[in-house]
């Protein structure tokens, strides 16, 4: 129990838990609780929070392990998605691009006789050529076919975009309407938990001093039978005898 000598709200004390909690229990009401915008009891809460954190054996990373495993990924249809999925995973740089083949570049001063790299450097040519041929096509389709392409992709992200919006509407609603209902719940009850907590504080006043009232007639008992020892009285005698009261009335009279 509390001591309620310097102030303090007197409380009673709660049995402790025993075994591991299977579910947490939220009893917040912050329609009707003023407590939250108290700097004393929000001290106090990061307080309990710290020294908690302080005891908890459990590491950062053990919080996990009550989840399920993540699922095992199979890129075997698809190995170059596998290969850039385990270089992300080990951390390594991606591959740079190779673009050598891209570059016209003239045989060495010490190969310009030659005719078999004049030959390699008129192929490189050629397919630099083809290449810059095909990117030239590219963006003659693009020109001609990409504006109604991109109308229809903008179209389909518009119709998805109003559907994810009504969705998050309809979500907002249903939140709004929940918390309507706390506000409105919370606030009907507000004065029958104040009249029960007002009564809570009572008992617990009411407890603390039956407790005292009963822990000051153990000890006059112990006195006065510490006394009755001294003067040589046999208290269980007197009490089969009947004279208990003509004995108590002899030794409480002043």
Request: hydrophobic share 35%.
């Amino acid at each position: 129990m509390a001591d309620g000598g310097n102030g303090d709200i007197p409380m009673l004390e709660a049995p402790p838990s025993y075994g591991r909690q299977t579910c947490s229990s939220i009893d917040a009401l912050p329609y009707i609780d003023s407590d939250y915008a108290n700097p004393r009891v929000k001290a106090e809460v990061d307080r309990l929070v710290e020294e908690e954190m302080r005891r908890s054996t459990k590491k950062p990373a053990d919080f996990l392990n009550d989840l399920p495993p993540l699922p095992t990924f199979n890129f075997q249809e698809y190995p170059m998605i596998g290969r850039e999925y385990e270089r992300v995973r080990a951390g390594r740089a991606p591959v740079a691009l190779d673009r050598s083949r891209y570059e016209l570049e003239t045989p060495a001063v010490s190969k310009r006789n030659d005719e078999t790299a004049w030959k390699q450097a008129l192929q490189r040519s050629q397919r630099l050529l083809q290449y810059q041929i095909t990117r030239m096509e590219n963006l003659d389709l693009l020109l001609k076919y990409g504006p109604d392409a991109w109308k229809q992709h903008n179209n389909r992200l518009e119709v998805y975009l109003t559907r994810i919006q009504k969705l998050a509407q309809e979500l907002n609603e249903k939140i709004e309407k929940v918390n309507r209902e706390r506000k409105y719940h919370q606030q009907n009850t507000a004065y029958e938990l104040d009249a029960l907590s007002m009564q809570w504080k009572d008992l617990c006043q009411k407890n603390i001093a039956i407790q005292t009232a009963c822990a000051s007639l153990e000890a006059r008992i112990i006195e006065l039978e510490t006394e009755a020892a001294e003067r040589g009285w046999n208290l269980d005698a007197i009490t089969e005898n009947g004279t208990l009261a003509q004995f108590r009335s002899m030794t409480l009279a002043p």
